[in-house]
Structure formats: C-alpha cells, structure tokens
C-alpha cells in the first residue's frame, strides 16, 4: 500500500512538473514583432553602452539613436530602414563623455544630452575627489547628420576642493502648442559629499542658454550611487505644457508637477513603492530598476514602468493615472511569464506613441533560459490603457552580458505605429579554428609523434606565441525597428 501511494504521488508530482514546464514553454514562445528588424549599430565591439532614441515629430522619417563611450551618434532619414554615424559628437575638451539622451524640440532640432568629466571620485562615492565635471548638450540642425561643433554647458564644475559631480542626466522637449512649447528640461542628480539632489534646468531658447539649476526632490537621498540616492529622472510633458517628473528614491517613486515651465515644482510626493531599485542580477554585479514616465497626449493618461524583485525574480511594471498623477492604479506585470518563475526582466523603457496612443515597452527578458543567464529582447505594447501587454521576440538569439559593462539603461520611441528600440548586447566569441588534418609521409608522421612525447624541457621553444582563439571586447550597440502598422494591412 505505501508502495502504491509512492507511486501515485510520484506520478502526480511528474503530471505538475510537465504542466509547469509546458506552461513556461507557452511563454517563451513569443510571437516575433511585427516588421521586426534588427541594425548594428557598431561595427566591432567596444566600450558601448546606454543607449537613446527620438524621432523628429516634424519628420517622423528623422531618427537619431546615441551612445556612449564616449558620446556617439547615427541617424536614419528613412524611418529606420538604413542607418549611417554621425562624426565629432564627442567633445574634445575633457577624456570621458556619457550618460547620454536625445530628443527633438518643436523645430525639429535633434539634441544630445551627456556628461563629461576626466575622472571619477571614490568608487560609487562621485563627489568625493571629484574633479571638473558638467552636464552639456549639443545640437544638431539637420535631422543627426551633422552636430553643432561647440557644446553649450548646462552645468559645469571647475576642478577645485568639494565641487558637486552632476550625474545621470535626461532631456525632454516641450513639443506641444502651449505657451511653453520649445522649451527644454534636463533633470539629473547633482552628487554632493553628504548627500544627493535631484535638479532641473530649462532652457527657453532652442538649448543656447540655461538657468541656474533648481533642486526639485522632497529631501535630499543618500551620497552614493546606491540605494536610497536620488537617482533615475524621467519626464514627460502634456499638451497643455504640464511638465510631470519622477525618479527614485528611498524605495519609492518620486513624482512632481511643474504649470509654468519648468520655473516652479510642486512638493515631490512617493506615488509608488518599489523593492529596492538597486539590484545584481546573474552575470551583472549592477543593474537597476529605474522609472520611466510618459503620457497619452489624446486623453492625459500617465503611464509609469519600472523594474523591481517584488516577486523575486525580476519583473517589468506598469502604474497609470488618468487625473494627472493624483491617484495612480494597482501596478500591471508588463511581462507576461508565469509569476515566480525565476526569469528575470531588466533594463526597461517605455514609449507612449503620440499618435495611435499605444504604450510601448522594452526590456531585457531571460524566460527562455533556465540557467537565468542568457537574455533576449522583449517588445511589450498595450492598447488598452496600459491594463494589459501583448509581448513580442524583437530578438531570438540569446546572448550573455558577464564581463563587460552593461551599462545602466536602454532606449524607446515610438511614432504613427512604428516603434524604435535600442539596446546593448556582447557579441558571442568567434567560433574556434578547424584543424585541418595533414596527410604526411609514414617517416614524419613518426617523428612528429616522438616530438610531442618528448619532456617539455626537451622540447625547442616556438619562435612566434601560439595562435590563440580570438576573443569578442566588449559590447556592440543596436537598434530594433517593429511595424505595427503591418499588421492592420
């Protein structure tokens, strides 16, 4: 009798095993994007990461996608379809250029947003020894192509005892036809020795000039790029020229409101709390679960993402709001894998299309490997109101991210159906050498055997290194084109 009840137990634990495994077998199997293609970027691998993307509003044909290290550009005139890099983004005036973003103003001026220092504080502790540093952005007049060759600081640090090091910017455009339309806000953390501030400066004259930065968090957060700092800006703004930002801090999501361009703030209030927004991941000792915000211009909604371990694995959230960020709803899974199925979601980025109004997300996702080492890169979009996501393969060949900077973040855009993404990837090694065999006479043959079984101080030492199989440096850029319009024809 215990014999058979072992064995029906056993066989019911088989039945649930195979069930479970037919389910996360079901969701690996995602639909590929609809028109999906996929151009590198970077032709050889190197120090690449953290990518931007924007499309030109005014000519939805104009694209620009940027990277860092240090400050790259390439540009599409053709709605994705082809890509060319553009020369001399980088200033020339400090080694190190990054954390870069892109946007299109109302005149349909391409600007890239960077910082730029010669080096780093403490480890994770920038402010301390810090030397001159700033936040700068360039512009571009001709849809990428060719980028102003002065930069226009927005805030810089001379090198000189407790200066600030200014960190981690991002730009928006005020593309709307309010009273504040063309306007410019780059929001960022200002790291001080005892503490971190979240700033904001605008410029109201196509990016020539800016003003003094203002601090817009509720408190200063803590001094390190870790948990608890004030970190992750993100804006978005409306179609009456409402500038709404977020970022995190102290486990939560920071939200303020600016109706006079970017002047005045209201207080900065927690709308969502997150687990910890810090976190290593398998083969990434850094990784982070930065917000985004964006809104639907047709109806105000505003949409929220963000990556956290909730679950414990990592998942990918969405929270709305449809009365101007004053009640937000219960946070949406984004990904559409079983819950605590140990695959993790990363590195996501949202894009609300302004006008079909699909919210559009992008992340890395690890559900097709059960080891939890390897990733793809999801497509997630919504066309209810962010109440659910349809999610789709933009790539299918997984690829590892152990040994090389990952970076900290991705891109999305999205216009009139198409979407744009861009992303970082580490190339696979190149494959090993086939040794051809060698067809020698019977006496060589013989001599070569009683080489190899000599002692190895017998052995005459090569002349030239043995050839070694080359290795992939690095990480190399990408970007993703997905056509939901394809799909309606």
Known sequence: MRMLTSAIALLISSIVLTLNSAERLQAQSLPKAPGAEVFALTPEPGFFTEPSVAVNPNNPRQVVAVFQDNVHASYSEDAGSSWKAADKVAPANYKVSGDVSTTFDNQGHAFVCYIAFDKLGTFNYWAHGASRNGIFVRRSLDGGKTWEADHIPVAEQPTQPGIPFEDKPYIVADTSKSRYAGNLYVGWTRWRIADSQMVLSRSTDDGKTWSAPIEIDRHPGLPRDDNGAAEGFDGAVGPDGRLYAIWSQDDDIMFTVSRDGGATFSRARPIIHTAPIMFAIQT???????????????????????????NGDLDVFCATSSDGGRKWSAPVRVNNDPVHDGADKFFQWLAVDPVDGSANVIFYDRRGDPQGRKQTVTLARSTDGGASFENY??????????????????????????????????P???????????????????QQKAEETKPAEAKPKPEKPEETRPRSRGTVVKVGVADFNATSK
Do not use: M
Request: negative net charge; without cysteine.
């Open 393 to 426: 393969a933009w790539t299918t060949d997984a690829f590892e991210a152990g040994g090389v900077f990952f970076g900290d973040y991705s891109g999305l855009a999205a216009y009139g159906g198409k979407v744009y993404g861009v992303w970082t990837e580490k």
């Open 428 to 446: 696979a090694p190149p494959p090993e050498p086939e040794k051809k065999a060698e067809n020698k006479p019977a006496g060589q043959a013989e």
């Open 284 to 310: 990434l000792e850094r990784a982070n679960g930065f917000p985004q915000i964006a809104i639907d211009a047709h109806n105000q909604k505003l949409y929220v993402t963000w990556s956290d371990y909730r």
